[in-house]
C-alpha cells in the first residue's frame, strides 16, 4: 500500500518507519528541499497549493493522511475528489481553527476556558470586560509552541495587543491556573473502533513540549476518554487525534486537539504495544487497530536545538534515540529519546540523566 503525506517533518518520518515494516510505501509533500521525511520515501518538492503535484500525489497513493494540520481547507478538498483523504475536511478544518474548536467541545458539553472571538481591538476590549484579567490572546489559526499568542495580566497590556498578534482574527481564552497539563491520544479506525493511551503529563519549557511521562491509572483517565470520545464520535474521526487538556480543580478543561501523531505520543514507539504512528496508519489503511497498553513506565524527553553526545545518552538505561535528521537550529526540536522502566524511581533517575546531558535544569 502506498500512503501519501502532506508534510515532509518528522512526523512523517516516523510514519514512514512504523509503516516500512507493514509493507506500506510512502510519498511526501513538503515544499522543503531538505524536509527530514524525504529519506524515508519519495518526495514530491512542492506548495501545499499546487494543483498539478497534488494531482500527482493523487495518482500515485492509495490514500492521503496529514503531519500538520495548517492545511488550507481548498488542498484537502482538491485531493479528497481523486483519493481518500484522512482524517477528513472537517476534522482539519476545525482543529486547526481555535475558534471553531473551542466551540465544538462547548456544544459537546465538554469544558473549556471562558473565551470570546475577536476580530479587533474594540471587541478585545469588549471580551476582557467580560472574560477579566488574565487572559491569553491567540491567533486563531497557525499558532504552535506559544508561537501567536500573548499572555495578558495587566490592563495596559490589553492596549495594543490585537495589534501586535497582526491584526488578525484571535481568540481570547480566560487564564487557566492549571495544576498540570495533560494529554489524551486516542485512535479511531474505518469501522468506528476507537482505543486510547493512557493520559500522558506535558511540561514545557519556553512553549515547547520538554518532557512527557505516559501515567498508570490517572484517575482522570475515564473523564478524559469520555471527552475525546465525543469529538471522535461527532466527526466520524478516521486516524490518531491528540487532546490537549488542563487539570483544574480535580478535573480537566479543553485546550486543544491535534488531528495527527503527537509529540506528547513519542514515547509509544518504545512505551507500547503498538506505536501512535503504527495505530494510526492502521486506522487509515483500514487495519485492526493494535493495544495502546503501555511497556512498563514510560517517559520522553524532546531534543531541541541540538542532540546530545549520542554514545553518552544511549549509554543510559532504556534509552532510545530517535534523531530526525534536521540541521540543528535554535528552539528547533531536532529529536528525542524515549525512556522505559519497570518503576517509576528509577524512570525519574533516567530523566534526570537526560536532563543533565541536554543541559537542562
Ligand atoms: P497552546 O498553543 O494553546 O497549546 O498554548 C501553549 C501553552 O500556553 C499551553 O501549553 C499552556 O502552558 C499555555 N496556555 C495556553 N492557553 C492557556 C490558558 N487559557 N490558560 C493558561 N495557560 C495557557
Redesign the pocket.
Known sequence: MKIGVIGGGQLGRMLALAGTPLGMDFVFLDPAPDACAGALGEHIRADFSDQAHLRQLAEEVDLVTFEFESVPAETVAFLSQFVPVYPAANALRIARD?WLEKSLFQTLGIPT?AFADVQSQAELDAAVATIGLPA?L?TRTL????KG?KLLRKAREVRDAFAELGSVPCIL????P?SG?VSLIAVRGLDGETRFYPLIHNS?DH?VLHLSVASSAHPLQALAEDYVGRVLSELDYVGVLAF?F?EVDGGLKA??IAPRVHNSGHWTIEGAECSQFENHLRAVAGLPLGSTAKLGESAMLNFIGSVPPLAQVIAIQDCHVHHYGKAFKVGRKVGHATLRSANRSTLDRQITAVETLIGTD
Open positions: 481555535r476556558p491569553v491567540k499558532g504552535y509552541d506559544g499568542q481564552e480566560a487564564f487557566v492549571f497539563e514545557h512553549g490537549e488542563f485546550n486543544e
